[in-house]
Protein backbone atom coordinates (compact mmCIF):
# COMPACT_ATOMS: atom_id res chain seq x y z
CA UNK A 1 0.00 0.00 0.00
CA UNK A 2 0.88 3.74 -0.82
CA UNK A 3 -0.19 6.89 0.78
CA UNK A 4 -0.11 10.02 -0.99
CA UNK A 5 -1.01 13.27 1.24
CA UNK A 6 -1.38 16.63 -1.07
CA UNK A 7 -0.96 19.96 0.00
CA UNK A 8 -0.46 23.43 -1.72
CA UNK A 9 -3.71 24.46 -3.50
CA UNK A 10 -5.84 27.60 -3.40
CA UNK A 11 -6.87 30.64 -4.74
CA UNK A 12 -4.38 32.60 -6.69
CA UNK A 13 -5.24 35.16 -9.35
CA UNK A 14 -4.35 34.63 -13.20
CA UNK A 15 -0.28 34.99 -13.52
CA UNK A 16 0.41 34.09 -10.16
CA UNK A 17 2.01 30.91 -8.63
CA UNK A 18 1.58 28.03 -6.97
CA UNK A 19 3.70 24.74 -5.39
CA UNK A 20 1.58 21.43 -4.89
CA UNK A 21 3.44 19.01 -2.73
CA UNK A 22 2.31 15.45 -2.21
CA UNK A 23 4.37 13.13 0.11
CA UNK A 24 4.20 9.35 -0.04
CA UNK A 25 4.42 6.38 2.51
CA UNK A 26 3.87 2.93 2.99
CA UNK A 27 5.31 0.82 -0.26
CA UNK A 28 7.49 3.42 -1.72
CA UNK A 29 10.38 1.12 -2.61
CA UNK A 30 7.14 -0.27 -5.39
CA UNK A 31 6.64 3.27 -7.01
CA UNK A 32 7.76 3.52 -10.17
CA UNK A 33 7.19 7.00 -11.35
CA UNK A 34 4.83 9.66 -9.97
CA UNK A 35 2.81 12.05 -11.35
CA UNK A 36 -0.07 14.90 -11.40
CA UNK A 37 -3.37 14.75 -12.84
CA UNK A 38 -5.72 17.06 -12.96
CA UNK A 39 -9.70 17.14 -13.73
CA UNK A 40 -11.88 20.40 -14.30
CA UNK A 41 -15.81 20.23 -13.90
CA UNK A 42 -17.23 17.92 -16.54
CA UNK A 43 -13.98 16.98 -18.06
CA UNK A 44 -11.88 14.15 -17.96
CA UNK A 45 -8.58 13.64 -15.75
CA UNK A 46 -5.87 14.06 -17.68
CA UNK A 47 -1.67 14.17 -17.21
CA UNK A 48 -0.05 17.15 -15.94
CA UNK A 49 3.01 16.08 -15.32
CA UNK A 50 5.19 12.90 -14.23
CA UNK A 51 8.94 12.35 -12.99
CA UNK A 52 10.33 8.93 -13.15
CA UNK A 53 12.61 7.31 -10.39
CA UNK A 54 15.46 7.69 -12.57
CA UNK A 55 13.91 11.48 -13.29
CA UNK A 56 12.53 12.16 -16.01
CA UNK A 57 10.27 14.19 -16.63
CA UNK A 58 7.14 14.66 -19.20
CA UNK A 59 4.58 17.55 -19.07
CA UNK A 60 1.18 18.11 -20.84
CA UNK A 61 1.52 20.28 -23.66
CA UNK A 62 -0.76 23.31 -22.45
CA UNK A 63 1.34 23.28 -19.23
CA UNK A 64 4.80 22.90 -20.94
CA UNK A 65 7.20 26.34 -19.83
CA UNK A 66 4.83 26.76 -17.28
CA UNK A 67 5.06 23.72 -14.36
CA UNK A 68 7.62 22.16 -13.31
CA UNK A 69 7.97 18.54 -11.01
CA UNK A 70 10.41 17.55 -9.08
CA UNK A 71 10.79 14.95 -6.51
CA UNK A 72 13.05 15.19 -3.17
CA UNK A 73 13.66 11.35 -2.67
CA UNK A 74 14.89 12.09 1.12
CA UNK A 75 11.71 13.50 1.39
CA UNK A 76 9.53 10.87 -0.31
CA UNK A 77 7.80 14.22 -1.83
CA UNK A 78 7.03 15.27 -5.01
CA UNK A 79 6.38 19.06 -6.34
CA UNK A 80 4.36 20.75 -9.42
CA UNK A 81 5.57 23.84 -9.36
CA UNK A 82 2.99 26.16 -11.18
CA UNK A 83 3.58 29.52 -12.99
CA UNK A 84 2.02 31.76 -14.99
CA UNK A 85 -1.54 30.24 -14.00
CA UNK A 86 -4.35 30.88 -16.26
CA UNK A 87 -7.93 30.21 -15.38
CA UNK A 88 -7.91 27.36 -17.38
CA UNK A 89 -5.41 25.65 -15.22
CA UNK A 90 -8.55 25.40 -12.39
CA UNK A 91 -9.02 22.10 -11.25
CA UNK A 92 -8.75 19.91 -9.01
CA UNK A 93 -5.19 18.41 -8.85
CA UNK A 94 -4.30 14.95 -8.10
CA UNK A 95 -1.20 13.13 -6.74
CA UNK A 96 -0.57 9.48 -8.25
CA UNK A 97 1.54 7.01 -8.06
CA UNK A 98 2.57 4.44 -10.76
CA UNK A 99 3.59 1.30 -8.54
CA UNK A 100 4.28 -2.32 -9.22
CA UNK A 101 1.30 -3.47 -7.57
CA UNK A 102 -0.93 -0.58 -9.21
CA UNK A 103 -1.69 2.93 -9.23
CA UNK A 104 -2.34 5.18 -6.54
CA UNK A 105 -4.13 8.25 -5.92
CA UNK A 106 -4.07 11.16 -3.74
CA UNK A 107 -7.51 12.66 -2.26
CA UNK A 108 -7.34 15.68 -4.53
CA UNK A 109 -6.42 19.02 -3.85
CA UNK A 110 -8.27 22.26 -5.49
CA UNK A 111 -6.66 25.21 -7.43
CA UNK A 112 -8.35 28.02 -8.45
CA UNK A 113 -7.56 31.05 -10.98
CA UNK A 114 -9.62 33.94 -10.70
CA UNK A 115 -9.45 36.10 -14.01
Known amino acids: QVQLVESGGGLVQAGGSLRLSCAAS????????MGWYRQAPGKQRELVAAITSGGSTNYADSVKGRFTISRDNAKNTVYLQMNSLKPEDTAVYYCNADSKVGPYWGQGTQVTVSS
Open 26 to 33: GSIFSINA
